[in-house]
């Protein structure tokens, strides 16, 4: 079984590197769309020379911080909004509104508002995260079930047991899924913010490499990308299965509003 | 033991078209303690909404409930109910155990003292050997056994039942509806029971309310439950209480289709 899906991962994989090989050499100019094999030289390249770390660390680093203070503010307010009606009537118009305004649009504001430094890249990465963990947070902690809060009534839980005995461990999948779905963006909008003003991190890298015509690093840069992205939503999912598998067992299927 | 009264309750609720629905008007009745009171009637007729009321869920528009003296104006452990959707009803990130002990947690019973309670009730209902399975791997019949278990555990005075059997197989739900049986003369509580299952009222009842259909729901006659032992549907005064029943509920029926 496990070999089956190992060999099934690996031929997926052969087969996308398969393509995007034959596709430069035939469909595209290769000096254009770099073929694989020099994308992994020029990897190479940077690994060696350090310019690689030093651009992930840049990213990294203001992933964390934005991601972090993404997720306190949107798991408070997502509980907010959860338990009281008024506040999901205030809140939730401009908030819809909001969703749809990419992180890409916001980045010249956030320039303004907090100066070419690390403020507005912060700043671009928490409005990417806050909305998924607000959304979700709020389903969450709003959909407990009211037979599972009034069980617990029942046996004698005052307020407070039911908001962190019922309510919380009930909620804690839409969260989780809330906060899985946020690091993706948090990488689209670190991305953003620092292909318009940077002088460090893989989107500055990528756009750099565009000024400075060097595809091969460009492509390099993208790569590198879907490769943070595939391995943080392991870790954090690995991570989050073990601490929690308690709470997850309520759901089956996926869930989470994106 | 203390009685459950209701004293002239009505409940309307809001119309989504604006307006109000009355779903019980003026019902007075009283539940003894100790007794296994069963209400009876057509879905619909309001049997819910009068269980909610005295779990405190639900206060009534006009009139109250109450035990002996004391209004019941919110859920407390005195009163615990057992849902029929126990798959909600049930913690599912706590495991068997952990369910039969949140209420005498609640309480702040000592470590002792739990577990005296949890290895008496799961015992009971013969879950021993599941202490430490999760919810979803259990069956809905072992689900339920659980939730009965953890409503004993934390000693209520008055187990308030919503059509606890329905959702159940017929096997597992015959099964279920004997040993319950047992666990209530082994414990002695008081029961407000739950059912639109002629059988099983009569299976199970001390006292039989029969309910008018609703909307302005009302009891129409409370009968005293007192068979030859076993109850069994081949008993002659089995089979005539059940026909006398039938009877009742087919002209409430015929009733509500007329209007």
């Known amino acids: 079984m496990k070999y089956q899906r190992l060999s099934i991962l690996a031929l997926s994989a052969a087969a996308f590197i398969g393509v995007w090989w034959i596709s430069t050499y035939v469909y595209f100019n290769p000096k254009i769309v770099v073929p694989p094999n020099l994308v992994a030289e020029t990897l190479w390249e940077i690994t060696r020379n350090g310019e690689l ?206 | 033991m203390r009685n459950l009264k209701f004293d002239n309750v009505t409940m309307q609720f809001p119309r989504a078209e604006g307006g109000t629905v009355e779903v019980l008007r ?9 007794s296994f009171f069963t209400l009876l009637g057509p879905s619909g007729c309001g049997k819910s909404t ?62 002792a003292l739990r577990k005296e309670r949890c290895d008496k009730y799961l015992e009971l209902v013969g879950l021993s050997e599941d202490r430490g399975k999760f919810p979803f791997e259990l069956s809905g019949g072992m689900k339920q056994r659980v939730q009965i278990a953890r409503a004993l555990a934390n000693d209520p005075e008055i187990l308030l039942m919503d059509e606890p059997f329905a959702a159940l197989d017929a096997i597992t739900k015959r099964y279920l509806q004997t040993e319950f049986r047992k666990i209530w003369k082994d414990t002695g509580k008081t029961i407000l029971y739950i059912t639109h299952d002629i059988f099983e009222a009569l299976l199970l009842s001390t006292h039989l309310a029969v309910m008018s259909t609703g909307p302005n729901a009302t009891i129409r006659e409370i009968f005293k439950i007192d068979l030859q032992e076993p109850r069994l549907t081949s008993n002659r005064d089995f089979a005539a209480m059940h026909s006398t029943i039938e009877g009742i509920i087919d002209e409430e029926v015929q009733k509500s289709r007329a209007s």
């Not at chain 1, 995260?129 to 902690?141: L, Q, R």
């Not at chain 1, 005052?158 to 990488?187: E, K, N, Y």
């Open chain 1, 53 to 258: 770390f030093e651009h992930v660390w840049a990213s990294a680093r203001r992933v964390v911080v934005g991601y972090v203070i993404g997720a306190v503010f949107g798991i408070g307010l997502g509980t907010i909004i959860g338990l009281y009606r008024i506040a999901e009537e205030l809140l939730e118009p401009p908030l819809q509104f909001v969703r749809n305004i990419t992180p890409v649009a916001i980045v010249p504001l956030a320039i303004n508002l907090f100066g070419l430094d690390e403020g507005s890249k912060y700043a671009v990465i928490v409005y990417s995260t806050i909305i998924p963990i607000i959304f979700n947070t709020a389903g969450g902690v709003g959909g407990t079930p009211q037979i599972r809060i009034r069980a617990a009534m029942c046996l004698g839980a005052g307020q407070a047991d039911i908001f962190f005995r019922i309510v919380v461990p009930s909620a804690w999948p839409f969260i989780v899924t809330g906060l899985r779905i946020a690091l993706g963006f948090a990488f689209m909008g670190v991305v953003a913010a620092e292909m318009i003003a940077a002088d460090e991190g893989v989107g500055f890298m990528i756009m750099q490499s565009r000024n400075m015509f060097l595809p091969a690093q460009m492509f390099a840069g993208i790569f590198l990308l879907g490769m943070i992205g595939v391995g943080t939503d392991r870790l954090i999912r690995f991570a989050l299965d073990r601490l929690m598998s308690r709470y997850m067992m309520t759901l089956n299927s996926d869930v989470g509003v994106t």
């Open chain 2, 50 to 111: 009068l269980l909610n009321i005295a779990a405190g869920f639900e206060k009534p528009t006009q009139g109250s409930a109450s035990l002996d003296a004391e209004t019941i104006d919110r859920p407390g452990p005195d009163r615990t109910v057992i849902f029929q959707d126990v798959g909600n009803a049930l913690f599912p990130w706590l495991n068997v155990w952990e369910n039969v002990e949140f209420g005498l947690k609640m309480a702040k019973a000592s470590a």
């Open chain 2, 26 to 34: 003026d019902i007075t009745m009283e539940v003894e303690g100790g």
